[in-house]
């Protein structure tokens, strides 16, 4: 059984900037590869950023030069780094694996809210 946990997100002004984790719990994660995703009030669910076993990263077009995705499989962990958040980075961010999400390994999700 595997667990993915999110968190850092919070309240943050418009050109600030938040660390999200994700730590997976009973899985061999070295091995997947993983994503962040968001999903906007009204909105589909996203990816915004992923990192393969390799450490190669990819970037939605609209967080490419903001967001920064990293690993650290000692710590079965993935990270996002945001900077120069906008109103429009606000959503509920979640971790999953890439290709293809996991439909079991939703996690809560973490709220990310941009707002002056």
């Known amino acids: 059984q595997v667990q993915l946990v999110e968190s850092g997100g919070g309240l943050v002004q418009p050109g600030g900037s938040l660390r999200l984790s994700c730590v997976a719990y009973?899985?061999?994660?070295?091995?997947?590869?993983m994503g962040w995703y968001r999903q906007a009030p009204g909105k589909q669910r996203e990816l915004v950023a992923s990192?393969?076993?390799?450490?190669?990263?990819n970037y939605a077009d609209s967080v490419k030069g903001r967001f920064t995705i990293s690993r650290d499989n000692a710590k079965n962990s993935v990270y996002l780094e945001m900077n120069s958040l906008k109103p429009e980075d606000t959503a509920v961010y979640y971790c999953?694996?890439?290709?293809?999400?996991?439909?079991?390994?939703w996690g809560q999700g973490t709220q990310v809210t941009v707002s002056s």
């Open positions: 999953n694996t890439i290709p293809h999400v996991i439909p079991g390994y």
């Open positions: 009973g899985s061999a994660f070295s091995i997947y590869g």
């Open positions: 990192i393969c076993s390799s450490a190669i990263t």
